[in-house]
């Protein structure tokens, strides 16, 4: 990987590259990491725990509320971890890298009589990662749904530097999973307990927006993992979805595809 660290007059332009997104936001980084592989990462979040340091993850910085801009370190994954790694036409899933652009991905899909539906204004551009942190809706939210309705699956690492993959649990896996003598299971338990507190549960009702709503890209989803009548699974997605950054870091994300709308003809 690569690292941005020093005070040289090259690096402190590199550094101010990386000190605003597409907003007004402007904030120089302590210093920007470009990481190759996942062993870059987790060594990355290492050295952030023990000097005490943020990482802020960028893809192609095209949010408009500085979401992406920090005093920290800047981890532009848009280099290197941008892979489509598996297609499944038959189960209609792909799996990429968060470096991904959205428009690219489709060009790779339409061989394949799929799409992957969430399209920002953005999307000739924009990366999945980013589309996962800002839970990107698009024209068309309404027919296709926005990112969070098609995130199956998130691989990546929590701040210990735990390796984790969050899917799709029946709720027995999810007990399960609160078992675990691990960050993970912390985070599931603490997760679970908040979402199943009926004080917890008046209170989201009350403040957030309805579910309905289908272009909705603010705040923790919690409301989205409260247990309701008819639902049978557990998906911590819907909480990442929307998140920032700020929940996993993420390497790999498994999505939900969609058939490619018919061709139209005007004569």
């Given at each position: 990987?690569?690292l941005?660290?020093?005070?040289?007059?090259?690096?402190?332009?590199?550094?101010?590259?990386?000190?605003?997104?597409?907003?007004?936001?402007?904030?120089?980084?302590?210093?920007?990491?470009?990481p190759?592989?996942k062993?870059?990462?987790?060594?990355?979040?290492?050295?952030?725990?023990?000097?005490?340091?943020?990482?802020?993850?960028?893809?192609?910085?095209?949010?408009?509320?500085?979401?992406?801009?920090?005093?920290?370190?800047?981890?532009?994954?848009?280099?290197y971890?941008n892979?489509?790694?598996?297609?499944?036409?038959?189960e209609?899933?792909?799996?990429?890298?968060p470096?991904?652009?959205?428009?690219?991905?489709?060009v790779?899909?339409?061989?394949?009589?799929l799409m992957?539906?969430?399209?920002?204004?953005t999307?000739?551009?924009?990366m999945?990662?980013?589309?996962?942190?800002?839970?990107?809706?698009?024209?068309?939210s309404?027919?296709?749904?926005?990112?969070?309705?098609?995130?199956?699956?998130?691989?990546?690492?929590?701040?210990n530097?735990?390796?984790?993959?969050f899917?799709?649990?029946?709720?027995?896996?999810?007990?399960?999973?609160?078992?675990?003598?691990?960050?993970?299971?912390?985070?599931?338990?603490?997760?679970?307990?908040?979402?199943?507190?009926?004080?917890?549960?008046?209170?989201?009702?009350?403040?957030?927006?309805?579910?309905?709503?289908?272009?909705?890209?603010?705040?923790y989803?919690?409301?989205?993992?409260?247990?309701?009548?008819?639902?049978?699974?557990?998906?911590?997605?819907?909480?990442?979805?929307?998140?920032?950054?700020?929940?996993?870091?993420?390497?790999?994300?498994?999505?939900?595809?969609?058939?490619?709308?018919?061709?139209k003809?005007?004569?």
């Amino acid at each position: 990987g690569e690292l941005f660290f020093d005070n040289s007059a090259i690096h402190e332009a590199q550094k101010l590259v990386y000190s605003t997104d597409a907003s007004v936001y402007q904030e120089k980084p302590l210093a920007v990491a470009v990481p190759k592989t996942k062993e870059d990462i987790t060594n990355l979040i290492a050295f952030a725990n023990e000097h005490h340091l943020t990482l802020i993850p960028r893809a192609a910085g095209t949010s408009l509320a500085g979401q992406v801009v920090g005093n920290g370190i800047i981890v532009d994954i848009s280099k290197y971890f941008n892979q489509i790694l598996e297609i499944n036409q038959e189960e209609g899933y792909v799996k990429v890298q968060p470096g991904v652009i959205r428009d690219d991905l489709n060009v790779a899909l339409r061989p394949f009589g799929l799409m992957f539906g969430p399209e920002t204004s953005t999307a000739n551009r924009a990366m999945i990662g980013g589309m996962i942190g800002n839970n990107s809706c698009g024209l068309h939210s309404i027919v296709w749904g926005d990112t969070r309705g098609n995130l199956l699956e998130v691989q990546g690492y929590l701040s210990n530097g735990q390796e984790v993959t969050f899917g799709n649990l029946s709720f027995a896996e999810l007990a399960e999973k609160t078992t675990l003598n691990s960050l993970e299971g912390v985070i599931y338990k603490g997760v679970s307990e908040m979402v199943n507190n009926p004080s917890n549960i008046d209170a989201i009702e009350k403040g957030y927006p309805k579910k309905s709503l289908t272009r909705r890209n603010t705040g923790y989803a919690l409301d989205f993992l409260i247990p309701e009548e008819g639902k049978e699974s557990f998906n911590m997605c819907e909480l990442i979805a929307g998140s920032e950054g700020t929940l996993v870091f993420v390497t790999e994300a498994k999505l939900k595809l969609l058939p490619l709308p018919p061709k139209k003809d005007a004569l």
